[in-house]
């Protein structure tokens, strides 16, 4: 027997195995599970970097978030062979991305067109209180009817606008027709089935109800919001299901990722959707929260969507199924949770690891007063405020860096508290307990915190990866693969961990009072309209009174010094 066929002999047999990339904003991951146990095999991850150009930008570059992908990829399928495990049974693909993060390439070179705009920028606030303030009334929630979101900048639509707008490029590229749009999905899908040599150029329904160019009760894009924001329907990418075959994975067989030829990529869901669905959150009332770098509530509302009344989003949960319904979602969003610890680590050097931000705030237990508000891009759900900007306060000469890094866990624990209320306000039953997942659950002091400050237990699952496992399921039970069971009874049990609240509501209550102060010091600090609107003349001559006065007074200075040379000479 030669070595090639003993290795082969010695394969484990797992039966059918689904492949998972999880392409995130701070990293990827391409992990790989069991479609009959739902168990974890391998996994590799790779940090994705960020760019700041300026003040408010955040962007990443579109070659590097595809190169991650190959590169977890290849070394997953090393692991795998490592451990015995045939690559080849690998039968589906799904993908899971950070959503609304706007990119655009040209097709006919498959080169991007300029580096992905994050969903966290806020280059396009102007654009935005411009589309606000020539609504009715100026209501931000003029669109929310067809889209379920408020105009904000937080969306894809008016991240396009800016790149037609304002690069060069991308405006020649629409004109000649090459230019092609999409959130990271769209871009790892059409570059893995192809690219320029014939790449699909699709996207789910939960991403695209992120663009505020897709309409959530007919399911596709709607040519009036597309007249609203002045882009044309046909660098858009074609709305599908979140599982279904969307073409097969292309590969070069110089990568150790080469075998993975001809798989099909299945399943398409954003992360806050593949985390719903990983958490196997399939009824009517059923909720999440994953702590990434934001942080995303999300409770099932069936098949029909509710409209908050309460600052929270009406997204697309999933639609498992080209003839299945789809699922709507209400979603409280918060823009800055991991990446508080991030700013800790990278700007203020308090910390060197993240893990280090969880003995610093244990070491003294409390913020002793300290309240942190991270409103770095503005304050998402429940307010939507893009002109609020982050402050620390109840600062005195004892506060020192474990103060701060208790208070930095405390606002993520605060900001989930605020999404929640407005979460049971609108839906009239308070949730008993929350499920949890997303890098942060592994932070034991910042669950016991949300359990505190909630006043419900708080339920971990074991493993973690539910955002990857949501995408793998949803590709894994695609029709033409049809690998993994989505029915009910089929569904693995989840073993699971409870935080119970260890505080008394009254000490909770005044705490979170406290953080809603902090909050209204954090609004309407920035503005991008001038004080003085129209083209008015700002200066002080403008006031003829004013200007009278200033010039008197100069002369009469003037005249005084006069004076008192010629009484010394």
């Known amino acids: 027997m030669n070595d090639t066929m003993a290795a082969s002999s010695n394969r484990i047999m797992l039966g059918p195995l689904v492949a998972a990339i999880d392409q995130g904003t701070s990293s990827t991951r391409f992990l790989v599970f069991n479609a009959k146990t739902a168990e974890l095999l391998s996994h590799h991850q790779v940090e994705i970097k960020q760019s700041f150009p300026k003040e408010g930008w955040v962007e990443e570059d579109p070659k590097e978030i595809l190169q991650s992908v190959y590169e977890c990829m290849d070394r997953t399928c090393?692991?795998?062979?490592?451990?015995?495990?045939?690559?080849?049974?690998?039968?589906?693909?799904?993908?899971?991305?950070?959503?609304?993060?706007?990119?655009?390439?040209?097709?006919?070179?498959?080169?991007?067109?300029?580096?992905?705009?994050?969903?966290?920028?806020?280059?396009?606030?102007?654009?935005?209180?411009?589309?606000?303030?020539?609504?009715?009334?100026?209501?931000?929630?003029?669109?929310?009817?067809?889209?379920?979101?408020?105009?904000?900048?937080?969306?894809?639509?008016?991240?396009?606008?800016?790149?037609?707008?304002?690069?060069?490029?991308?405006?020649?590229?629409?004109?000649?027709?090459?230019?092609?749009?999409?959130?990271?999905?769209?871009?790892?899908?059409?570059?893995?089935?192809?690219?320029?040599?014939?790449?699909?150029?699709?996207?789910?329904?939960?991403?695209?109800?992120?663009?505020?160019?897709?309409?959530?009760?007919?399911?596709?894009?709607?040519?009036?919001?597309?007249?609203?924001?002045?882009?044309?329907?046909?660098?858009?990418?074609?709305?599908?299901?979140?599982?279904?075959?969307?073409?097969?994975?292309?590969?070069?067989?110089?990568?150790?990722?080469?075998?993975?030829?001809?798989?099909?990529?299945?399943?398409?869901?954003?992360?806050?959707?593949?985390?719903?669905?990983?958490?196997?959150?399939?009824?009517?009332?059923?909720?999440?929260?994953?702590?990434?770098?934001?942080?995303?509530?999300?409770?099932?509302?069936?098949?029909?969507?509710?409209?908050?009344?309460?600052?929270?989003?009406?997204?697309?949960?999933?639609?498992?199924?080209?003839?299945?319904?789809?699922?709507?979602?209400?979603?409280?969003?918060?823009?800055?949770?991991?990446?508080?610890?991030?700013w800790l680590k990278d700007n203020l050097g308090i910390i060197q690891t993240s893990t280090e931000l969880e003995k610093l705030a244990a070491d003294v237990g409390t913020s002793y007063g300290c309240y942190f508000v991270p409103a770095f891009s503005g304050l998402y759900a429940p307010y939507w405020e893009p002109s609020a900007r982050g402050i620390i306060c109840g600062l005195t000469q004892f506060t020192n860096r474990s103060h701060l890094a208790f208070a930095a866990l405390e606002a993520v624990c605060f900001q989930t508290r605020e999404i929640l209320d407005a979460m049971n306000q609108d839906s009239g039953i308070n949730l008993s307990q929350l499920q949890v997942d997303g890098g942060m659950t592994s932070n034991r002091l910042l669950m016991q915190l949300q359990a505190d400050i909630l006043c419900i237990p708080v339920v971990k699952p074991s493993m973690p990866e539910t955002t990857a496992l949501g995408a793998a399921m949803a590709a894994g039970a695609a029709e033409g693969v049809s690998v993994w069971s989505l029915n009910p009874e089929d569904l693995t049990e989840v073993t699971s961990e409870k935080f119970e609240p260890q505080i008394n509501p009254e000490e909770s209550e005044l705490r979170y009072a406290r953080w809603k102060k902090a909050v209204q010091r954090a609004m309407n600090w920035e503005t991008i309209e001038p004080v003085n609107s129209g083209n008015e003349d700002t200066s002080i001559f403008s006031s003829v009174p004013l200007g009278f006065y200033i010039l008197g007074s100069m002369f009469m200075l003037i005249g005084a010094k006069y004076i008192a040379g010629q009484k010394l000479a």
């Open 78 to 342: 090393e692991k795998l062979t490592q451990l015995n495990i045939d690559v080849s049974n690998i039968k589906a693909v799904g993908v899971t991305n950070q959503r609304e993060t706007t990119l655009v390439w040209d097709k006919q070179t498959g080169e991007p067109l300029y580096n992905a705009i994050v969903w966290l920028d806020l280059r396009t606030q102007s654009t935005v209180e411009r589309l606000i303030n020539k609504t009715p009334g100026k209501n931000k929630n003029h669109l929310k009817d067809k889209t379920g979101l408020p105009i904000s900048t937080y969306f894809s639509a008016v991240k396009l606008r800016w790149l037609m707008d304002n690069v060069e490029k991308v405006h020649e590229a629409v004109l000649s027709h090459r230019a092609m749009f999409g959130t990271v999905d769209s871009w790892l899908i059409w570059c893995l089935t192809g690219g320029k040599n014939g790449g699909v150029h699709c996207t789910d329904v939960t991403n695209a109800s992120r663009t505020m160019l897709f309409n959530i009760h007919t399911m596709d894009w709607d040519p009036e919001l597309c007249i609203y924001f002045d882009i044309p329907m046909g660098i858009l990418p074609k709305v599908r299901s979140s599982s279904e075959i969307y073409g097969l994975m292309k590969i070069s067989s110089k990568l150790k990722s080469g075998p993975l030829t001809g798989v099909p990529i299945s399943g398409c869901l954003g992360d806050q959707s593949a985390a719903l669905v990983g958490q196997m959150c399939f009824k009517d009332g059923q909720a999440k929260n994953t702590y990434g770098t934001g942080c995303f509530l999300l409770k099932n509302v069936g098949t029909k969507p509710v409209m908050s009344d309460h600052g929270l989003l009406t997204t697309v949960a999933y639609k498992l199924g080209r003839d299945k319904p789809a699922c709507y979602a209400l979603e409280g969003s918060v823009a800055i949770a991991g990446a508080v610890v991030r």
